[in-house]
Nanobody, 124 residues
Framework: QVQLVESGGGLVQAGGTLRLSCAASGRTFSNYAMGWFRQAPGKEREFVAAISRIGGSTNYAKSVTGRFTISRDNAKNTVTLQMTRLKPEDTAVYHC?????????????????WGQGTQVTVSS
């Protein structure tokens, strides 16, 4: 089992910045690729970003490319999502997730472990 706990969400004005963190515990963190997903009210969960086990490869949704950056620190068992130039449409609950499968497929069914999420609200 892998336990994931997100932090760093909050309320920010459009154009602002937030930094989300996800702390992992349980099994060896570097054995898992990590992803961030988000879910807005009334909408399906959508892929945001993913990073490979060592951090050499990343994948981003088109809607966040150039604004968000995913990174990881395997020594600290954490994955981070740096979000800049935030837009009201970025408002959602953000979840981190872990997968032992190869590749960085942007689908939630590719991930085995999920955090409870952290709320991000961007005001216009």
């Amino acid at each position: 089992q892998v336990q994931l706990v997100e932090s760093g969400g909050g309320l920010v004005q459009a154009g602002g910045t937030l930094r989300l963190s996800c702390a992992a515990s349980g099994r060896t963190f570097s054995n898992y690729a990590m992803g961030w997903f988000r879910q807005a009210p009334g909408k399906e969960r959508e892929f945001v970003a993913a990073i490979s086990r060592i951090g050499g490869s990343t994948n981003y949704a088109k809607s966040v490319t150039g604004r968000f950056t995913i990174s990881r620190d395997n020594a600290k068992n954490t994955v981070t999502l740096q979000m800049t130039r935030l837009k009201p449409e970025d408002t959602a609950v953000y979840h981190c997730a872990a997968t032992g499968r190869p590749g960085l497929r942007p689908t939630s069914d590719n991930y085995d472990y999920w955090g409870q999420g952290t709320q991000v609200t961007v005001s216009s």
